[in-house]
Structures are given as structure tokens and as C-alpha cells.
């Protein structure tokens, strides 16, 4: 074994490495960008290196192999995981790759001639046909629908489905054009459309004395934008023969490239078709983020296998040694907005509690309290692993640990993970990869709340924590207690909280701390209470408590709970925030849907813009969004230029149309005397510095 290994790679996966060299004895380094100085990853290592350039510096990863000592580079994934030129090069510096011959990774790079190996191996792939053949006649042999795919591809990129022959020259035209630009290769293949479809891969590993075993399957058919966010093993749709026989396949297409390594053999499966024929689709050359759920029903570390396959030793088990027990279940935390078109999100995490002793609950996580999440990376955050013996409780398990994770300050997918989980062809095991897309409505709706809204109790939680925290500036002066007294009948102070398009008209009287008056929408006034933990505050409306998590971000207020979280700003703020969120139209503030770069600005200040028309495109992770004109109107402003960053949410331009309409309070009462300290939220009925009645 090596007694040095440098991990080129950040976040939740180089963690993950890190703990398993530590587990062996193995002493690790880290190296990092200068935005990850401070990042978890630099500090669990033993030692880190700054690389000036960035994870994709070839010779800066080499030259920090080589400082420290390293005998071996572990590539996690992404990055330089699948270069065939970073692995050339450590070799030629006799730097050990912990990865496959390049060779291999060549070999299976290129989907047509993947293909070609495999299936002159014997393992069944997609009936169709590839250039420099003629893609129509193909078609036509096989039968619509057809997919149309760049040879290079990846990431779903440059896919599309053709129903007709009619409809083939122009797919075959844009997949091309998106093939060029995208990967530098404009080749194409065809496939049929398998109906239905479940995504399936097998875990293999190959040592480098001939012996190659598979660690049985994972299944993968919750994706959205054709990625995965949700993965489990074993599969609920085989049955041992069929698990057999695809293991058998993907040992064969390992063998087939002269793997050697952990690699994994994606296939796509038939489920609407009897048998579940599955069909070779890839294969990764690299450790996949999905490998935790085979490492908790087999009781295998991958990692290890890895390094011992790199270091010369012969595979530690074989194949009739590999036992699968119970199921385990993965799920993506993702910075993203699902109700957004799952684009990439940001912030600060201003909170942060993981799930951390929960039986049979994994949490490989990247993530640490004030971190900041851009657009230069991925932006998985962590993934949650929960193993049981049978599938229903480690999907019971997986849900419980989701709630039991709050991140404020960041908005993420957790709430729609569990209202994925929740759903019942999913818990039923009936999966595809269109699931998510067909389900998609009743998914986010689940996922804002019962009802497919704020819950009730949430509003008046903000309404009473930005109530609370207004009378605690207020200090011990009993004039500026907003405790609602006066000469008369004490008052109501009216809050108007907004988050994300909703927002609620909240009533409170008297003082949440020693109990108080909360009244939502036309409800009826409940008594109430607010009692702080640290940063958690319980709140308890007519007898029912719940615990919230709490931060303050500037006028926002961000309350977690059961893994939903909701950032909250009162009236005045929201109003503009609600008003100019992506394509809202109101004051013309056209703002950035997501933190990335400016790619491309396709309007002048002046110009006449008509409602809908692109103003400009936003690029983050290499997803392009559109920000369209929210009304008719004339650019007025132009806040950026092209190969600008933008944060999420920062104005990109102000297209004015007509004179601003402002919406008045719908609510009368009256206000309450309070002094308003210059940076606190502003109770919608009192307006900053004019003072009350
Ligand atoms: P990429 O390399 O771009 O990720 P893949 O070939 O791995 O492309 O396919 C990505 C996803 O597209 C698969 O997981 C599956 O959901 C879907 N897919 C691929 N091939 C087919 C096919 N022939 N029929 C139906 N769906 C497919």
C-alpha cells in the first residue's frame, strides 16, 4: 500500500477519500483552488497544496504529487477522474493514476465504438445505428421513436428524441450543431427509444492479474435534467436471473476494454417490456458519486478496493464472495431550485445540521456552517445514505434523516426530495426516468406544503420571530415595547410576510416571548408563544409547538424545519423581491435566476423590448438560462456585460414600461407606536421614520 496519496479533486468526495486513507493509515493530501483555502477538505487532509490554476492544472497536480511525496493520485470524479491525458502524465512522472488504463478510458469515451467493443463481446446493446452510416436507413430498420445522440456525449447533452422519419433531418441537424459545440465532435448515432425506461448500472472491479467481479446493480431512474438524484441498490424491478445476467454483461464489457479499476456498466432497461431486456448504454471509467449504497449492502469500501487494485494486489474477494445484504437508498442534496427549473442556487449557509447519529444513516457532505456556495463548482452539496434490511424502512430512514437536515441561507432541494420519496410509484418501486418530469406539478406542490402552500403555522412563526426580535432591539424602554399597549384597547401590529410568489397578511398583539395574540389571514386570533434555543425557536400557536431552526440574513429571516426551510421578508422588501423574481413583471428589475457568468447581452440600453423577448443569457455550470423581458417596454438600464459574474438575484437590467402601480396594505389596523432601528424589517403598517399614531 501506498503511504502517501495526494486526492485531486474538493468537496464531499475528496472527504470521502480522505476517510478512508485515514482509515488505512495512509497519509493524505489535499490540494485546493484559492476559493477552497478554508474549505473542509484542505483541513481534514494531512497536508494541502494551493494549486494557482485550479482542479484541472495538470502539471500544478503533478508538481504537488511530487512536493509532498505522494505515490498516488486519487481522481475521485469529475475533474481530471476520465483524463487519459493526466493519466499519461503520471505515469510518464511515475506517479501512480488510482484509476484505469487510458486506454480503457479511451475505448469506452466514445459512445459508437463503446458500443462496437461490447457488443462484439457478447453483451446486448441498443438496437441502431451509427455514423459514418446512414442514420435514416437506420431509423427506419429499428422503427420510430428514435433517439439521436452525440457520440462524445454526456450529461445529456445534445439528445432528442424523433417520432418520424419526417422529423429526422432537422433533430439530426441540431443534435449535430449541439455535438460541435458541446464536445468537439459532431458524430451521431441512433438508437430506439426504449419505452419506459429504467436506468440500471452495475458496480464492477478488475484487478490487474485478470480477475474482474460485480458488486450487483444500483438502480438510477430518478433523474431530472438526465441526471440522477436519487439512487438505490438493489434495484426493485430484478429478479436473481436477470440480476445474473447482467452482472455477467458488464463483467464481460469490463474484460472486453482490458478494465482495470472500479468502473460501472450503465445499461438501460425495458420496464414496460416483458423480460426487462436491458441494453447497454456507457460505461464510467471512474468511482461514481451513486458508489455509497453498493458499499452499504455489500459492506465493501470501494476506496480501498481502489487503492489496493492501484497498488498491485490482487482483488481481496471473488465473485462467489459477494454477499448482498438489505437495501440502501442515496439521495443528492443539491443547492438547486426545484420550482425553478432545478437551476443552481447560492448563498451563504448561515445554518447547517446534518444528520449525524441516526442508525444506518450516511452523510457524505461537503458542506460546513458559513460556507459559501457559488457557481464555481457542482453544486451537489451532500449526498444521505440510509441502509435497511428491506427497502420500505430504508426509504422510512432516508426521508427521517432528509428532515433532520436543515441548511439555511442556501435554497436546496430537500423538501422535494422528500415529496419524491413520498410518492407512491416511487415507494411502490415503479420507476422510470421520465417519472420526475411527468410528476413534476404535483411534486413541487407537495414539496411547498401540505396543500401546496406556506402552512399556516410557518407564517405566523415568521410574523412572531420578526416580532420578537423587533421588541429585543427595542431594549427595556416600556414606550418602545411593541407590546401593542396604549391608552385604550392595546393594538395589533400587521405583518406581511413574502416568500418566493406567496405571501400572508399575519396579526400579533402583545409580546411573543411572554405570550401573545397571532392572528393568520381572516383566522381567528390563537394565543401564542415564542421561547429561543440558541438559534432554534419553538413556536407554539394555540397549544401546538413546533421547533424551527432561525437565521437572519439582512431583512430576511430564514426558518428550517423537517428539512423544508423558507427565507422570509416582511412587506416592504418583498414586495420589491416577489416583484422582480425571474420573469415578474411589477417594477421592471430584471434579476439573475441563478449565481453564474454573463454570457451574452442581446439588447442596448433604449431599446423598445417586447414581454418574453431574451435580454440576455445567464451560463452556470454550463446550464444557459434566458432572462426574458418581464413586460413590453423600453430598456432602461443595462447592469452588465458580457463575461460578467452575477450573484444569484443581482439586477441584469430595468425595462420600463408604465408608471409603477404600488399595491396598498389590505389591511387597516391600527399601527402600533414602535421605533424602527434603521436596518430591521420594516412592519408593513408603520413606515420607517415616520413613526405611528
Ligand atoms: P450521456 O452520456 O449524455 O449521459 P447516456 O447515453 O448515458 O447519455 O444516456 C443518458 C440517459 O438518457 C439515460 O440514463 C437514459 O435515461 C436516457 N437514454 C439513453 N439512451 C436511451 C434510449 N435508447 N432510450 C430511452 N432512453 C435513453
Redesign the pocket.
Known sequence: MFDTVLVANRGEIALRVIRTLRRLGVRSVAVHSDADAGAPHVRAADAAVRLPSGYLAVEEVLAAAKLTGAQAVHPGYGFLAESTAFARRCAEEGVVFVGPPAEAVEAMGD?IRAKATVAAAGVPV?PGGAEPGDLLEAALRIGFPV?V?PSA?????G?LVVRSAGELPRAIESARRTAAAAFGDATLLV????AG?R?IEIQVLADAHGNVIHLGERECSL?RR?QKIVEEAPSPLLDEETRRRMGEDAVRAARSVGYVGAGTV?F?VAGDEPGHPAYF??MNTRLQVEHPVTELVTGLDLVELQLRVAAGEPLPLAQDEVALRGHAVEARVYAEDPARDFLPTGGRVLTLAEPGDQPHVRVDSGLGAGMAVGSDYDPMLSKIIAWAPDREQALRRLDSALGATTVLGVTTNIAFLRALLADPDVAAGRLS?GLIDQRLDSLLAAARGPGGAVPAEVWAAAALVLHDRLAGRAGDDPWEVPDGWRVGEPAWTTWLPATRGERAVVKVRGLPARGCEVAVGDAPAMPARLAWDGDDVQVTVDGLTYRYACAFDGGAVWLGRDGRSWSIIPHEAGERGARAGAGGAGDGVVRSPMPGTVLLVKVVPGEQVTEGQPLLIVEAMKMEHTVTAPADGVVAELAVRAGQPVDMDAVLAVVRSEPMDIPTPADTSAPVDIPVPADAPVPADTPAGEGGS
Open positions: 459512445k441498443v433517439l445522440k456525449g454526456g450529461g445529456g447533452k439528445m438508437e430506439r427509444y426504449i425506461p436506468h433523474q438526465h450503465e438501460i448504454i456507457e426516468t
